[in-house]
T-cell receptor
């Protein structure tokens, strides 16, 4: 089946620094990738949708300048949390849709736990 | 605005008992409905979607447009069904307005 990886799985950074999270589709071309945020014991919240080669579409309330998303290739999307603060600590999950399939299925990555100290 | 509700945060049933996980939605138009499952320490994965009308691991879900519901059912629960279940909705253009419900934790007791 389709596999999505994320790197790193865990990251700890100091307040004020930037952190980049990578999301890769390993065996398919992901024309569309999604970034979610999940707080403890809560559901996933869609942050943005990115299509390869174009700007990401952010959900209402998500700061574009803080959460930079780049989808430069059909197998890689990156989320950069700029000038991170403790309130940005969360579990970030990406998913990808197979561009070669008519299915609506999203394949999820394992998630990245970000802790800002 | 689109919305997905799952009224039960936690549902406990005994092994062999029927289980129904409730999901209601609000959406102006024709959405696509999904059920996702997350087993302990595993990533989220698709369980089933309404357009495929299939049964996965004994689970079925029927879209009731009149009641705007997409309840997940299984006649005989197994211990390995214990997991977090999320109902989700997508607009007709895939990825449009994709929304997850709050999730229901199913615990199947021996």
């Amino acid at each position: 089946g389709a596999v999505v990886s994320q790197h790193p799985s865990r990251v700890i950074c100091k307040s004020g620094t930037s952190v980049k999270i990578e999301c890769r589709s390993l065996d398919f071309q992901a024309t569309t990738m999604f970034w979610y945020r999940q707080f403890p014991k809560q559901s996933l919240m869609l942050m943005a949708t990115s299509n390869e080669g174009s700007k990401a579409t952010y959900e209402q309330g998500v700061e574009k300048d803080k959460f930079l998303i780049n989808h430069a290739s059909l197998t890689l999307s990156t989320l950069t949390v700029t000038s991170a603060h403790p309130e940005d600590s969360s579990f970030y999950i990406c998913s990808a849709r197979d561009g070669g399939s008519s299915s609506y299925e999203q394949y999820f990555g394992p998630g990245t736990r970000l802790t800002v100290t | 605005a689109q919305r997905v509700t799952q009224p039960e945060k936690l549902l406990s049933v005994f092994k062999g008992a029927p289980v129904e996980l409730k999901c209601n939605y609000s959406y102006s138009g024709s959405p696509e409905l999904f059920w996702y499952v997350q087993y302990s320490r595993q990533r989220l994965q698709l369980l089933l979607r309404h357009i495929s009308r299939e049964s996965i691991k004994g689970f079925t879900a029927d879209l009731n447009k009149g009641e705007t519901s997409f309840h997940l059912k299984k006649p005989f629960a197994q211990e390995e069904d214990s997991a977090m279940y999320y109902c989700a909705l997508s607009g007709p253009n895939y990825g449009q307005n994709f929304v997850f419900g709050p999730g229901t934790r199913l615990s199947v007791l021996p």
